[in-house]
């Protein structure tokens, strides 16, 4: 068994990462960070956690507890602030070790240096034990996009984004209240979100981004529209062939939210616009599963050496 430290647990994405854990089969829980419910039993988090898991403590003292893995579920600001110990894996959920070059990250987040590798599995295999884990918005993208990057006309990309509440994060905004939220869809940070340098740094130039935020709880639809140079389907189901997380949909079947709802796995759609000629690729996947929590596990799984779907919940996503 590998020893697993989770801080920041009592966010969404902590919550999350906790509940993969605990599923685990090789990985156990030694520490449970949070400044808020420090002292208090693991109950305090979900009455359904019974007493075999340590008590919450401080954040400070969860990273110090010598675990061999350590998911930092914290806000930029609190997670750019931790040093990592020199023995451990540890995988970043926040945003600010996802952009290499300083002086962009500095527009958007902390410009933190370091040797930080951006973990996103099926596309680019992170180096060394600090692993970036990439923003919800960005891997629908990217997995989307990045297969066909050399095929791309850089100025006909869009992308057109749309996610749940969840992905504000349980901090509360006048934004994500019930009476924003329902019977509404609004487009937000439009053309200033942080996850648009992130889907640039991985395709080599940047593209329109344009993110909404949906009335549900939770999941993420991207549809990209592009002139593709080249047959888009052929290169996505040769890129997620031995794939056993994202899956391209047969020929005129569209993803959708509910199917990946809960789920770590993500579908990808590619379909024809006969009017312009243009290839529209929709991607949708849990904003809470691949676009944070389950890829994080994922991560960490590759950095081990364990099974990469250790922990994952994939039993929604059809084979």
Same mark, same amino acid.
Request: charged residues 15%; proline residues 6%.
């Given at each position: 068994?590998?020893?697993?430290?989770?801080?920041?647990?009592?966010?969404?994405?902590?919550?999350? =990462? +906790?509940?993969?854990?605990l599923?685990h /089969?090789?990985?156990?829980? #030694?520490?449970?960070?949070?400044?808020? +419910?420090a002292?208090?039993?693991?109950?305090? &988090?979900?009455?359904?956690?019974?007493?075999?898991?340590?008590s919450?403590?401080?954040?400070?003292?969860?990273?110090?507890?010598g675990?061999?893995?350590?998911?930092?579920?914290?806000g930029?600001?609190?997670?750019?602030?931790?040093?990592?110990?020199?023995?451990?894996?540890?995988?970043?959920?926040?945003?600010v070790?996802?952009?290499?070059?300083?002086a =962009?990250?500095?527009?958007?987040?902390?410009?933190? *240096? !370091?040797?930080? @590798?951006y973990?996103? /599995?099926?596309?680019? @295999?992170?180096?060394?034990?600090l692993? $970036?884990?990439?923003?919800?918005?960005?891997?629908?993208?990217?997995?989307?996009?990045a297969p066909?990057?050399?095929a +791309?006309? /850089?100025?006909?990309v869009?992308?057109?984004?749309?996610?749940? =509440?969840?992905? $504000?994060?349980?901090?509360?905004?006048?934004s994500?209240? $019930?009476?924003?939220v329902?019977?509404?869809?609004? *487009?937000?940070?439009?053309? @200033?979100?942080?996850?648009?340098?992130?889907?640039?740094? $991985? &395709?080599?130039?940047?593209?329109?981004?344009?993110p909404?935020?949906? /009335?549900v709880?939770?999941?993420?639809?991207?549809?990209?529209?592009?002139?593709?140079? !080249?047959?888009?389907?052929?290169?996505l189901?040769?890129?997620?062939?031995?794939?056993?997380?994202?899956? #391209?949909?047969?020929?005129?079947?569209?993803?959708?939210?509910?199917?990946?709802?809960?789920?770590d !796995?993500?579908?990808?759609?590619?379909?024809?616009?006969e009017?312009?000629?243009?290839?529209?690729?929709?991607?949708?996947?849990?904003?809470?599963?691949?676009?944070?929590?389950?890829?994080?596990?994922?991560n960490?799984? &590759?950095? +081990?050496?364990?099974?990469?779907?250790?922990g994952?919940?994939?039993?929604?996503?059809l084979?």
């Amino acid at each position: 068994m590998h020893s697993a430290a989770i801080l920041g647990v009592s966010g969404y994405s902590g919550q999350e =990462v +906790l509940d993969r854990v605990l599923r685990h /089969p090789e990985l156990t829980v #030694v520490a449970l960070g949070s400044d808020s +419910l420090a002292g208090q039993g693991a109950s305090a &988090l979900d009455v359904r956690l019974n007493g075999s898991l340590p008590s919450f403590v401080p954040n400070d003292e969860a990273l110090a507890a010598g675990a061999e893995v350590i998911f930092l579920c914290l806000g930029n600001e609190r997670a750019a602030a931790v040093e990592p110990p020199d023995d451990a894996v540890v995988v970043d959920l926040s945003g600010v070790h996802r952009l290499a070059d300083p002086a =962009v990250a500095a527009q958007y987040y902390s410009a933190v *240096p !370091g040797a930080w @590798s951006y973990g996103l /599995p099926e596309l680019f @295999s992170s180096e060394g034990p600090l692993i $970036a884990n990439p923003g919800c918005y960005a891997t629908a993208a990217l997995l989307a996009l990045a297969p066909l990057a050399g095929a +791309l006309d /850089p100025a006909s990309v869009v992308v057109d984004a749309k996610s749940g =509440v969840s992905g $504000a994060g349980r901090e509360l905004k006048e934004s994500s209240h $019930a009476g924003s939220v329902l019977e509404n869809l609004a *487009p937000y940070r439009v053309g @200033s979100h942080q996850h648009a340098p992130e889907i640039a740094q $991985a &395709l080599g130039f940047p593209v329109c981004f344009v993110p909404h935020l949906l /009335p549900v709880r939770r999941g993420l639809l991207a549809t990209c529209y592009a002139t593709v140079d !080249g047959d888009a389907r052929g290169l996505l189901e040769a890129a997620y062939v031995t794939s056993d997380v994202v899956r #391209v949909l047969p020929e005129g079947v569209a993803p959708e939210l509910a199917r990946v709802q809960h789920t770590d !796995g993500a579908e990808i759609g590619v379909f024809a616009d006969e009017a312009t000629g243009r290839t529209i690729v929709v991607c949708a996947l849990d904003n809470l599963g691949k676009g944070a929590a389950g890829q994080a596990v994922q991560n960490a799984n &590759l950095a +081990l050496g364990l099974d990469e779907t250790a922990g994952l919940r994939l039993s929604g996503v059809l084979v």
